[in-house]
T-cell receptor
Framework: DVKVTQSSRYLVKRTGEKVFLECVQDMDHENMFWYRQDPGLGLRLIYFSYDVKMKEKGDIPEGYSVSREKKERFSLILESASTNQTSMYLCASSFWVRGANVLTFGAGSRLTVL | AQSVTQLDSQVPVFEEAPVELRCNYSSSVSVYLFWYVQYPNQGLQLLLK??????LVESINGFEAEFNKSQTSFHLRKPSVHISDTAEYFCAVTGGGGSNYKLTFGKGTLLTVNP
């Protein structure tokens, strides 16, 4: 089974702090994603990466950046955390099946910004 | 652009009753459709997917969904639910061509199974 591991399940940070969320996958997938999940809004794509050092903006990239220096690791960075970034963050990696991009998710990182 | 509408935000049912969670999508290209399930305090797990072929797809735990192209729907059904099916269910769509990296999710349906 593919494993997507998010290093922190729960984090509490203060406004203005720099926050790193780490994600590692063990199945040599090329594509990796960061989503944000909020009640009533579902999942919204922040960034994705289709190769090492490559990244693409999703629907809500403002206030976030990402880093992919190695194939298995995809980091989400909040340069200066704000209270409206309090949320559940979900990382995923994916593989191609008959032209479709099939995602496998990690357990999530719940971030609270005070 | 593609979008997904899950018509019910919450669905309460009694154990052993049938359930249908509704999902409609819009897309200008051919689509691939998914249902994911999220149990409390966990990430999303793939429940089933439609890629091509038979329009009726099944999961290992008794759920099924039918792709209906004319009605642009992909409703999820189970003939008899268990307490353990209590979870949030997300419908998702991805398209062909250059947009198919992106999976667009609905806002979710919380299924609560009561004894």
């Amino acid at each position: 089974d593919v494993k997507v591991t998010q290093s922190s399940r729960y984090l509490v940070k203060r406004t203005g702090e720099k926050v790193f969320l780490e994600c590692v996958q063990d199945m040599d997938h090329e594509n990796m994603f960061w989503y944000r999940q909020d009640p009533g809004l579902g999942l919204r794509l922040i960034y994705f990466s289709y190769d090492v050092k490559m990244k693409e903006k999703g629907d809500i990239p403002e206030g976030y950046s990402v880093s992919r220096e190695k194939k298995e690791r995809f980091s989400l960075i909040l340069e200066s955390a704000s209270t409206n970034q309090t949320s559940m963050y979900l990382c995923a990696s994916s593989f191609w099946v008959r032209g479709a991009n099939v995602l496998t998710f990690g357990a999530g990182s719940r971030l609270t910004v005070l | 652009a593609q979008s997904v509408t899950q018509l019910d935000s919450q669905v309460p049912v009694f154990e052993e009753a049938p359930v249908e969670l509704r999902c409609n999508y819009s897309s200008s290209v051919s689509v691939y459709l998914f249902w994911y399930v999220q149990y409390p305090n966990q990430g999303l797990q793939l429940l089933l997917k439609y890629l091509s072929g038979s329009t009726l797809v099944e999961s290992i735990n008794g759920f099924e969904a039918e792709f209906n192209k004319s009605q642009t729907s992909f409703h999820l059904r189970k003939p008899s639910v268990h307490i353990s099916d209590t979870a949030e269910y997300f419908c998702a769509v991805t398209g062909g061509g250059g947009s198919n990296y992106k999976l667009t999710f609905g806002k979710g349906t919380l299924l609560t199974v009561n004894p």
